[in-house]
């Protein structure tokens, strides 16, 4: 193309048009009631960007104006994808579906110079054909408040960040040893300060910022989310990394001695049946809050130690015919999966939930590198791939650079065609152990969750690290112009 574009994540098809459309002051938005909701949020950044009134007259004019419309002829683009084009006299954005008429929006925001004009002044895009899609369903960020409570107008600004980007996975990792910071009916020491995280009990916290969400707060974010095309996928630690709720009600803990520090209170006892009612009450709380699909139950780094000498775990371990703790663990996540299928729900969880055998119908998010994604595959279950080595975005840039994350394949070459259709897509992981402040964690994030949209939202055969590279360095003005640097990454 004449002037290249800063697209991140480049679209499936591009062709370059003649001239450019220039908005004005006499520049409208058209939308039928369908297009609406898109119209408005879309609306809301060109005026930020532009300066632009941009009034919503009933009739579109004959120039001018910016035209948003659902076409169920484009279902062959699928349920996010969409057909963008800019003509010299206006800017039409059809998809088949709402969440491809939103990304197309995305697109047409990238298209505006970094540098937005002043009110009166024109600010122009290059006239373009663009015809998009993504590569995978599961386009995932994991935000951290289980070690460190983020402040909300942060998850807000995330999320912001995330649909710049096309990403549709919020995993909100809520709970593990830091810190229990959603409200729960019914526990309220859950968030007393005294019992929050790693700690010995009565002292304050280490590092960890105080807050809590409550249920208000929470169903506001996932709105907010939810009108974006951002499914939050919430987690609650279990059967490990449950300190914080072990300290404030140790009778779900195992009756066993422990030694010095509270934060050997790890995991829940499995044994007996008030720690299932405590879970049960909290999941049904969670699903309440949560409209998706999903529930994480995160299911990694359980020590099953106290496990060993409980007389309760190993009575249960022995009427239920199991052979050892690895099939304990199996058994109690199957006995929450059939908790969350009986509500609609499906469960996934770290790949440790392989071990001892997985559950009937259990995604799998792999982390321990990809091979528990392959197992997961080749044994017919749904896979996201999450990996330390490509996707934690909390090691630093000289571990995990723009390049490395940029050259990571979700796909394992090991699976057939079938089996690869289990892979749902991939997503990176911001954990928050080192109490990062919310400005650092930007830093982390950006500009490696750039690559990572390009991997999971574009075409294999479209990447291309050169292009990648000069869209990265215009983009970084856009990013800077929204309060992120990520010059110095």
């Not at 190993?314 to 969350?340: H, K, P, T």
């Not at 749904?382 to 090691?395: G, K, N, Q």
Request: charged content about 20%.
């Amino acid at each position: 193309m004449n002037t290249p574009l800063a697209l991140t994540p480049w679209p499936m098809r591009v062709q370059a048009g003649d001239g450019q459309f220039v908005f004005t002051p006499t520049t409208c938005l058209v939308a039928d009631a369908a297009a609406a909701p898109t119209a408005e949020t879309l609306a809301a950044q060109l005026r930020l960007r532009t300066g632009m009134p941009l009034p919503r007259p009933d009739q579109r004019p004959a120039s001018g104006a910016v035209v948003l419309a659902l076409n169920p002829q484009l279902a062959h683009l699928g349920a996010e994808g969409y057909r963008l084009v800019v003509t010299a006299t206006a800017v039409d954005l059809q998809a088949p579906t709402a969440a491809g008429l939103f990304w197309a929006t995305q697109t047409l925001y990238q298209l505006l110079p970094a540098a937005a004009g002043a009110a009166g002044a024109g600010v122009a895009i290059p006239a373009v054909i663009i015809e998009d899609q993504p590569r995978f369903g599961w386009r995932g960020l994991m935000l951290d408040t289980g070690h460190d409570y983020q402040h909300l107008s942060f998850i807000y600004r995330f999320i912001d960040l995330m649909v710049l980007h096309k990403f549709n996975r919020l995993h909100w990792h809520i709970t593990d040893l830091g810190t229990w910071p959603l409200e729960i009916d019914g526990y309220p020491r859950l968030q007393d300060p005294c019992t929050l995280g790693t700690r010995r009990r009565g002292t304050p916290p280490r590092g960890v910022k105080p807050g809590r969400y409550t249920h208000a707060q929470v169903r506001e974010v996932v709105a907010y989310a939810a009108a974006r095309h951002v499914t939050v996928v919430p987690e609650i630690d279990m059967p490990g990394h449950s300190a914080p709720a072990l300290m404030a009600y140790p009778e779900f803990d195992c009756p066993v001695p422990h030694r010095t520090w509270e934060w050997e209170r790890w995991e829940y006892c499995v044994g007996q049946e008030r720690t299932y009612d405590f879970l049960h009450a909290v999941l049904s709380q969670v699903m309440a809050l949560f409209p998706s699909p999903y529930i994480h139950i995160g299911g990694d780094e359980c020590p099953k130690d106290h496990w060993r000498l409980c007389p309760v775990c190993q009575a249960r371990r022995q009427a239920e015919g199991l052979a050892d703790e690895d099939e304990l663990q199996s058994w109690f996540v199957r006995r929450i999966e059939r908790f969350l299928n009986a509500h609609g729900r499906r469960l996934i969880g770290w790949d440790e939930i392989l071990e001892g055998g997985l559950a009937p119908d259990a995604t799998v998010m792999s982390w321990r590198g990809v091979g528990g994604g392959i197992a997961a595959a080749q044994a017919g279950h749904d896979v996201v791939m999450a990996p330390t080595s490509h996707t934690y975005f909390d090691y630093p840039e000289t571990t995990t650079s723009v390049a490395k994350v940029y050259q990571f394949e979700p796909v394992p070459a090991e699976l057939s065609a079938a089996q690869a259709r289990h892979i749902l897509g991939a997503q990176a992981q911001m954990w928050t152990d080192n109490h990062p402040t919310e400005a650092e964690i930007e830093r982390l994030v950006y500009p490696r969750a750039c690559a990572l949209a390009e991997v999971v939202w574009s075409p294999a055969a479209a990447r291309d690290a050169d292009r990648f590279a000069a869209c990265l360095a215009a983009h970084a003005q856009r990013l800077a112009a929204l309060g992120l640097d990520i010059t110095g990454a």
